[in-house]
């Protein structure tokens, strides 16, 4: 069974740049959600993709994007990169909405920097 | 909305005494509540879950919990400790019917001491 896997593992851009994080969800998972896990602080949900789909999305302004391919892998994009961008991104991935499996499956994240 | 609250934002302890990581969370609905740790430069794994039933969890690794629903906290317990639990612990909320958006506490750093 392959885990959530996410790419790149670190990268650095400068303020106003965009960047694109992706991740591959879990085998047998077709719903994805990102999460920003600022230094010292828990992670915050940003959104939640299901069957391609946006369901839901946290205090995020909209220049926090993504995308749900059919193969269940996803995108995030960040456009207008600020300093406060800088953070862990974590992926998670879990089987379905309706009904709750009470487990999300995280990946090792993309350390974002902004400089 | 709901909120997670860790008390501990560093619980240091030596080897294999008793550890206890505090969580109180506030909702205005029915919550779910989990545990997950986080090892340094890696993601997050499920340590325990509270859906229903009893109110006391275990586990993972040894690891405990006990659902408060009169006090709204879920706190972790682990009755000894090995230098292996030295990681980031956090307790993480969802609402029923929610589907799987969790609620993160700020974590709590334990540093297990020989």
């Known amino acids: 069974e392959t885990g959530v896997t996410q790419s790149p593992t670190h990268l650095i851009k400068t303020r106003g740049q965009q960047v694109t994080l992706r991740c591959s969800s879990q085998?047998?998972?077709?719903?994805v959600s990102w999460y920003q896990q600022a230094l010292g602080q828990g992670p915050q949900f940003i959104f939640q993709?299901?069957?391609?789909?946006?369901?839901g999305r946290g205090n995020f302004p909209p220049r926090f994007s993504g995308l749900q391919f059919p193969n269940y892998s996803s995108e995030l994009n960040v456009n207008a990169l600020e300093l406060d961008d800088s953070a862990l991104y974590l992926c998670?991935?879990?089987?379905?909405?309706?009904?709750?499996?009470?487990?999300?499956?995280f990946g090792e994240g993309s350390r974002l920097t902004v400089l | 909305a709901q909120s997670v609250t860790q008390l501990d934002s560093q619980v240091p302890v030596f080897e294999e005494a008793p550890v206890e990581l505090r969580c109180n969370y506030s909702?205005?609905?029915?919550?779910?509540l989990f545990w997950y740790v986080q090892y340094p430069n890696q993601g997050l794994q499920l340590l325990l879950k509270?859906?229903?039933?009893?109110?006391l969890v275990k586990g993972i690794n040894g690891f405990e919990a006990e659902f408060n629903k009169s006090q709204t906290s879920f706190h972790l317990r682990k009755p000894s400790v090995h230098i292996s639990d030295t990681a980031e612990y956090f307790c993480?909320?969802?609402?029923?019917?929610?589907?799987?958006?969790?609620?993160f506490g700020g974590g709590t750093r334990v540093l297990v001491k020989p």
């Open positions: 993480a909320v969802s609402e029923e019917a929610a589907g799987n958006k969790l609620t």
């Open positions: 998670a991935s879990s089987s379905g909405l309706a009904g709750y499996t009470g487990e999300l499956f």
């Open positions: 509270y859906l229903s039933g009893s109110t």
């Open positions: 993709y299901y069957r391609e789909e946006e369901n």
């Open positions: 085998s047998g998972h077709n719903t």
């Open positions: 909702s205005s609905v029915s919550v779910y």
